[in-house]
């Protein structure tokens, strides 16, 4: 009974906090700038907006443009079902899911990407291109920080990894841990494509990364993608809180009113990186993604005695 | 029974060809006949396979008695775990095959090549089946030498073309090389057994430095036939000109024989040194990652895919290295998820990979060009090949729920496990293979977008692809059937695992006393799970996409060209811009050559620009040493010379030397 109140609970809060984590970023980034900035709720607000309107579809597209947004958003949902959020497991949770997680990413670029090029236009393309390209250098550095974790926890599932471990272990790893929150939120930058690796407000098609392979989606199809990138934060965020606040009481009350907190805290991080920080040139992006790896890399040399 | 109905299969398949030879070679009569008994041939020999997995596994065939000349040499073939675990794609590719090259390569369309295709395309499977099941080293080397001739001419079936005559002579060259190394292996293995039998050696036979000697022989000839990296020289342009369902043939099960000899000579042996394991894994891993670069780089849609096979060749090769590392250090769970996991592989690899032969064969057939660059646009007019390349694609790429995943889920499981202290060894040494099959992932990812969206997806680029056509149901339905083995091994891979402990007990005979299982270390079934509820949930949200949009204004416009008015097809992202970037990521290795025009006055002239990532090891290393040689060589020539006298006094004076160097009682 307490463990399908939990997993209720879970999924709710997985499918409904996301777009918030959107508005906090956007509200972080007003402040900034000194403008007011639009409500808090607006991500939701545009995403019901989307799913009421039509759509325009290429005559250049088939099928594979539609299943682009299909498969973000059903691999979005199915991560958050592994991902440990607040104190308890995820609903599933079995040896490997990690392995599992980051290749549900890897089947949501897939058909992104594929959707992208289905339209056959450049800048779609050249989006598609840089977003294939920047996973090359960013899978390593998350899967050298799952080491780091698996070695810590010498166990193989998320839930092993991000549990009561991590707490223990900050007092006598805390330097492998911490090197591994930097990697893993260098790389939270560039999967979910903010500042600097790419910035969502540009208006400038030959700049952007993300923004530009959904140019030509419009309508629910859209909003299924602003959804699934929404859910994927939310996934990443989770595992940095997870890491960085390893405060687990064992108490629900005590434990998802803090993780809560903590990734709304992620979000506000995101916000001020990207109020303060100008975007890279393209060509130092793979530098920054490599500097990722090795610190990850680091966090392992620290356990080799 | 299951030996006998393998045996005779396999002999189908040897003579399927020769009926052909007397008949018509404008009509297809022949190439029909041949058809039908490979396929009898091939469905004989699943039977035989079935039959043993079932646990009716017969006794070994052999002579009454050893013939003299080869000492204990009693018994010929026999099947255990790990040859019907290869015997299964030898057979299952040859039957699709067979039935694919019926369009493919119609006999009454190729009158001067089609009776040999036919001919040898029999042989050569017969040739891999013979050595997988031999059971002793004479009876392999016979299949060994078979198996690699046919598929010399099967490469040189466009003998008229020059390119296709020098790879033809490449790898004949490669290929002998291989089997000299073999030579040496299995002459050792006599000197040291004391018989050609392929039997288990034990520590009093084979001590430290004979075990070493035979694995560098082993990585040598074998690895020269699996094509791992840096031995891969002749393997892309073999792949590129041969007929594409010889390609699905080669990449899919030809180059598996190498992994199963080493699998096969490894399991003989004693357990190495650990620092074997660790070098077959960076060996694997350096193949893998160097392959898939490779793979970005190329224009021509068959050679991007023969890199591919590198690819795959060095991830199942990591997981032989993780076994033969457990092997080494006593660690059941290691051999388990690095063998199940390389083996599984092999399997995949070789419905995937034929499949994408297949696909890439149709759309060749139908558009004649290999040029990624020319084509575009082929989902519009040829859907089932398209839906079938990028099930293939999704596949290689090892994403879930498709075959690929599982293997590579077990491998992964297995490098983690290393993360557990064992006794003398530096878990830092091995987990650096995690990263590495991460890396190969996600480039194989990128790789395989490039290639589906610039095949299929966008505009036509070329009127040759503007004017394609599905093709028939002969070459569409094998690639049907691979897609779906694809599927069935990605979502119910519990159906799998006793055949693979099968052959992990036949590798370790150790793991058959302690009856492991692999669903103790891997949650298969939490794959399966997770498998069908992610298709599910597709299947889910694209209906609820398709019923929000039911009641909705939908239009159909022009693609979104920033508001240039006149866009051209020639105007879309190319294969060569996508892969741009990551070519020049590894530039320090592919080292691309590149064209690219200049400004030189106000009023620039038309000019062109190209590109183009020529294998490294076979332009810098192979070809001028081999230059180095003919020149060294051409020094001897001076006393070459034609003249029976002259050569009258070499053999004089050689013999006088002998004599004098040995001559004394």
């Not at chain 2, 596994?57 to 003299?68: K, R, V």
């Not at chain 2, 250090?329 to 499949?355: E, M, T």
């Not at chain 2, 490039?450 to 692809?465: D, I, Q, Y």
């Not at chain 2, 394609?468 to 059937?481: D, I, L, N, Q, R």
Request: with cysteine; aromatic share 10%.
């Amino acid at each position: 009974m307490e463990t399908f109140v939990l997993n209720t609970l879970h999924m709710v809060v997985a499918l409904t906090l996301p777009p918030l984590l959107l508005g906090v970023i956007g509200k972080t980034k007003a402040l900034f700038a000194g403008r007011v900035g639009p409500p808090l709720l607006q991500p939701y607000w545009d995403l019901i907006k989307l799913f009421q309107k039509g759509s325009v579809f290429s005559t250049t597209t088939t099928w594979v443009f539609k299943a682009g947004p299909v498969v973000a958003l059903v691999t979005g949902v199915l991560a958050l079902l592994l991902v440990p959020l607040g104190n308890a497991h995820g609903p599933v949770s079995f040896t490997g899911d990690l392995i599992l997680l980051a290749y549900l990413f890897g089947l949501s670029r897939f058909f992104t990407a594929s959707a992208a090029m289905d339209t056959g236009s450049p800048f779609e393309g050249m989006g598609a291109a840089r977003e294939v390209t920047y996973a090359c250098l960013a899978e390593p550095a998350f899967f050298l920080g799952l080491l780091v974790l698996a070695k810590l926890s010498g166990s193989l599932d998320l839930a092993g990894m991000l549990g009561s471990h991590v707490a223990d272990n900050w007092p006598k790893q805390g330097a492998s841990l911490a090197l591994v929150v930097l990697s893993w939120f260098i790389v939270l930058l560039v999967e979910n494509c903010r500042v600097p690796f790419d910035d969502p407000n540009t208006h400038l098609e030959l700049t952007m990364i993300h923004e530009v392979m959904v140019l030509d989606h419009s309508g629910p199809a859209f909003g299924m993608i602003l959804y699934g990138a929404a859910l994927k934060l939310f996934a990443f965020a989770a595992l940095i809180v997870h890491l960085a606040v390893p405060l687990a009481t064992g108490n629900p009350f005590l434990d998802w009113p803090v993780f809560i907190t903590g990734t709304l805290a992620v979000a506000v991080v995101i916000g001020v990186v990207e109020s303060t920080m100008a975007r890279l040139p393209l060509p130092y992006i793979p530098i920054l993604l490599a500097a990722a790896c090795l610190l990850s890399a680091f966090g392992i040399i620290l356990l080799v005695r | 029974m299951s030996n006998q109905l393998v045996v005779v299969g396999l002999f189908a398949c040897a003579v399927s060809g020769v009926p052909g030879l007397f008949f018509s070679r404008h009509r297809c009569t022949g190439q029909w006949i041949a058809v039908i008994i490979a396929v009898t041939g091939c469905v004989l020999g699943l039977i035989g396979i079935g039959a043993f997995w079932c646990g009716h596994d017969g006794p070994e065939i052999g002579l009454p008695q050893p013939i003299p000349p080869f000492p204990g040499a009693q018994s010929w073939v026999g099947i255990d775990g790990l040859s019907a675990l290869f015997l299964a794609p030898i057979f299952l590719i040859a039957l699709l095959g067979n039935v694919y090259g019926l369009t493919y390569w119609k006999q009454s369309e190729h009158p001067t090549n089609g009776r040999k295709v036919g001919l040898f395309f029999g042989l050569m499977p017969a040739g891999m089946a013979l050595l997988v099941i031999a059971r002793n080293s004479l009876i392999f080397l016979v299949g060994w030498e078979v198996m690699a001739l046919s598929a010399f001419f099967l490469v040189t079936t466009e003998e008229h073309d020059q390119e296709v005559r020098e790879t033809g002579l490449l790898y004949l060259v490669a290929t002998h090389f291989s089997t000299l190394c073999l030579f040496a292996l299995f002459g050792l293995l006599f000197t040291w057994s004391g018989s050609f039998d392929l039997e288990t050696m034990g520590e009093d036979k084979a001590g430290p430095k004979e075990v070493n000697a035979l694995y560098v022989l082993a990585l040598l000839g074998f690895g020269l036939k699996a094509g791992l990296m840096p031995l891969h020289i002749w393997l892309p342009s073999a792949h590129a000109m041969a007929p594409s369902h010889v390609s699905a043939m080669m990449s899919g099960v030809l180059i598996k024989i190498g992994i199963y000899g080493f699998v096969r000579v490894s399991s003989l042996l004693p357990a190495p040194p650990q620092e074997w394991g660790v070098i077959i894994l960076a060996l694997g891993g350096i193949s893998g990652v160097l392959g898939v670069a490779y793979a970005i780089g190329q224009h021509d849609i068959k050679r991007l895919l023969a890199y591919h096979s590198i690819e795959n060749i060095g991830i199942i090769v990591m997981g032989v290295g993780l076994a033969v590392l457990g092997r080494s250090l006593g660690r059941p769970d290691w051999i388990v998820l690095g063998l199940c996991g390389g083996l599984l592989h092999v399997w995949n690899h070789a419905l995937f990979k034929s499949l994408l032969f297949f696909s890439a064969g149709s759309v060749i057939h139908a558009t004649h060009t290999r040029e990624i660059d020319h084509l575009g646009g082929l989902a519009k007019t040829m859907p089932q090949t398209a839906l079938c390349f990028l099930i293939g694609a999704v596949a290689i790429c090892g994403l879930p729920p498709l075959n690929g995943f599982v293997s590579e889920f077990l491998i992964y499981l297995g490098l983690f496990r290393t993360l557990s202290p064992s006794e003398g060894l530096s878990f830092a040494r091995v987990s650096s293979a995690v990263p590495a099959l991460a890396l190969i992932g996600s480039l194989a990812l990128a790789c395989f977008v490039k290639v589906f969206s610039a095949v299929f997806l966008g505009s036509p680029r070329s009127h040759h692809a503007a004017h394609a056509h599905e093709s028939k149901m002969t070459m569409v339905g094998p690639m049907f059937a691979l897609a779906g083995c694809c599927f069935v091994i990605g979502l119910l891979p519990t159906l799998v695992s006793p055949v693979l402990m099968k052959a992990a007990q036949a590798w370790a005979p150790e793991l058959a006393e302690s009856d492991m299982r692999l669903d103790s270390f891997a949650p298969l079934g939490w794959i399966s799970v997770m498998g069908l509820v992610l298709l599910g949930a597709i299947l889910l949200a694209a209906m609820l996409l398709w019923n929000r949009l039911r009641h909705r204004r939908v239009e159909t416009q022009p693609t979104w060209g920033c508001g240039y008015a006149a866009p051209t097809a020639r105007m879309q992202y190319t294969a060569s811009s996508f892969a741009q970037m990551l070519v020049s990521l590894f530039a320090w290795v592919l080292r691309p050559r590149r064209q690219a025009p200049e400004a030189l006055s106000l009023f620039p002239q038309p000019s062109s620009f190209r590109s183009e990532t020529p294998d490294v090891v076979v332009e810098e290393g192979i070809m001028p040493t081999f230059r180095f040689g003919a020149w060294l060589f051409s020094w001897i020539r001076i006393i070459q010379q034609g003249n029976m006298q002259l050569r009258l006094l070499y053999i004089f004076l050689t013999l006088f030397f002998l004599l004098l160097w040995r001559g004394r009682p």
